[in-house]
């Protein structure tokens, strides 16, 4: 996805190097069908369109597998890369050369200050996206990535328009998230598990079978004619009527009024509002 402007291919740190010794050298894969930027070309600008023409040829980039830099950066855009840009020669930011010096015996003045790089809108064309952050240093990064606005300070943010883009955290690089959705399911997790392990013991109760009386055989179903449901809804207020059955009945709410509490209100009041039980609001029939 990128390459040193300046830094020979065989060079430890190159980025052809770290393929080569990381990846193409376990696989079989024929030397034609490897493609990375050349960082050495006499005309950087040329090298840089050949590069998006042959992503073009080869049908677009099916999986982009990056990471990303304590500022938000992917591959080498920067902050203040254009959300529009495409394979280019690209200057790279203090914080970046300060990252990578890690690489060049923290020697910074041995870090290229170019690159070459693909765009954000190349990544974009990706079917796929796969950007991985591990690290409490770069929580950051991943807040402003998924929880922030869409801006071109930090690149990552883009990739909440791609429709098929996963970020791969460890729990550090979430510490930053506000919504704090890592804590939040692991301690759901742990509610769960005390639910479980601390509370009162299952006991099973095995159900005593009783048989039926001798003589008593299977209530058969009564044929009643179906009948005609009214075509007016009327409440029934008769509270007084015998509940053969444990069903819950419902009552009216006049019988929870104690009258009582509510006598000497009427006189008080002078004639303003007058409170009256709610049953004589609905027609008895």
């Not at 369109?49 to 591959?75: K, M, N, Q, T």
């Not at 954000?120 to 952050?133: F, K, N, P, S, W």
Request: net charge negative; charged share 20%; hydrophobic share 35%.
């Amino acid at each position: 996805m990128d390459e040193y402007v300046g830094l020979p291919r065989d060079h430890p740190e190159s980025y052809h190097s770290f393929m080569y010794k990381h990846f193409f050298s376990h696989v079989d894969i024929p030397p034609q069908n490897i493609n990375i930027l050349d960082g050495n070309a006499p005309d950087l600008a040329a090298e840089c369109s050949s590069f998006e023409a042959r992503i073009a040829r080869y049908g677009g980039i099916e999986l982009f597998l990056g990471g990303v830099g304590p500022d938000g950066h992917i591959a080498f855009n920067e902050p203040g890369s254009s959300l529009s840009s495409r394979t280019r020669v690209k200057t790279l930011a203090y914080d970046t050369i300060l990252a990578n010096s890690r690489f060049f015996g923290n020697d910074l003045d041995l870090v290229p200050r170019r690159s070459l790089t693909v765009g954000i809108q190349t990544i974009m064309d990706a079917r796929e996206v796969v950007i991985v952050a591990t690290g409490a240093h770069k929580a950051l990064a991943v807040e402003k990535g998924l929880e922030g606005g869409i801006n071109h300070m930090w690149t990552l943010s883009a990739l909440q328009l791609h429709p098929y883009a996963l970020i791969v955290c460890d729990r550090d690089a979430t510490l930053e998230l506000k919504v704090k959705t890592v804590r939040y399911f692991e301690s759901i997790e742990q509610s769960g598990t005390d639910a479980r392990t601390q509370g009162p013991p299952l006991v099973y109760r095995p159900r005593t079978y009783v048989p039926a009386p001798v003589g008593v055989g299977k209530l058969q179903p009564s044929h009643i004619p179906p009948q005609k449901a009214p075509k007016d809804l009327r409440i029934n207020t008769e509270l007084n009527a015998s509940v053969e059955d444990e069903e819950l009945t419902p009552d009216s709410m006049s019988s929870r009024m104690v009258d009582s509490a509510i006598g000497g209100l009427d006189s008080t009041l002078k004639g303003d509002m007058f409170f009256d039980h709610m049953g004589s609001r609905v027609a008895s029939h």
